[in-house]
């Protein structure tokens, strides 16, 4: 059993914006593992605390060869370029939409030790952190859909609540 139950769409939690971690002490690091374990029973690429009902700034992943990672207070420094894909989001289970976002991002972030992080990624990379950033800033992927996408999701998530379907397979963050 993974240790949190995902928050899914309609959850206040993933509107709010969330809080600046102020002490990356033992607290954060068991909350990091319990929500790296989380993301993988789900089969994520990325997870954000407010998706597990924590309003605080980080958010885990793990993509390629990466390993476990977290990433405290991360904030995006420059972003350039335009990539489309197709992304997923575990706290809106089974919905894929094309979305267009900057192609490459430069992110700055603290690591479990604290130390300062850098990171430039493009394409898949740089689209997971926007997203995972967008979940601190409270935005889920469906704020970023046109008015046509975003009436066929909704509609989508209303019949969902009514006959609670499951999950797809693609990976989701
Ligand atoms: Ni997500």
Redesign the pocket.
């Known amino acids: 059993m993974a240790p949190f139950r995902i928050r899914t769409f309609g959850d206040p939690v993933l509107k709010r914006r969330a809080e600046e971690v102020t002490e990356i002490d033992g607290r954060i690091a068991h909350l990091a593992e319990d929500m790296h374990a989380t993301m993988k029973e789900a089969r994520g690429l990325g997870l954000a605390a407010p998706?597990v009902g924590v309003g605080r700034r980080l958010f885990v992943y793990e993509i390629g060869e990466s390993g476990p990672r977290t990433m405290i207070n991360p904030v995006m420094v420059e972003s350039d370029g335009e990539w489309e894909h197709e992304e997923g989001?575990?706290?809106v289970p089974g919905l894929y939409f094309r979305i267009v976002r900057p192609k490459q991002v430069h992110i700055k972030g603290l690591d479990l030790d604290a130390n300062p992080v850098s990171i430039e990624a493009d394409e898949l990379e740089a689209t997971l952190y926007q997203?995972e950033l967008d979940?601190l800033d409270g935005r889920l992927?469906l704020e970023l859909l046109d008015h046509d996408q975003r009436k066929t999701a909704m509609r989508e998530l209303r019949r969902r609540s009514e006959s609670e379907g499951g999950a797809g397979g693609q990976s989701?963050?």
Do not use: P
């Open positions: 998706q989001c575990l706290s997203h979940h992927l989701s963050t």
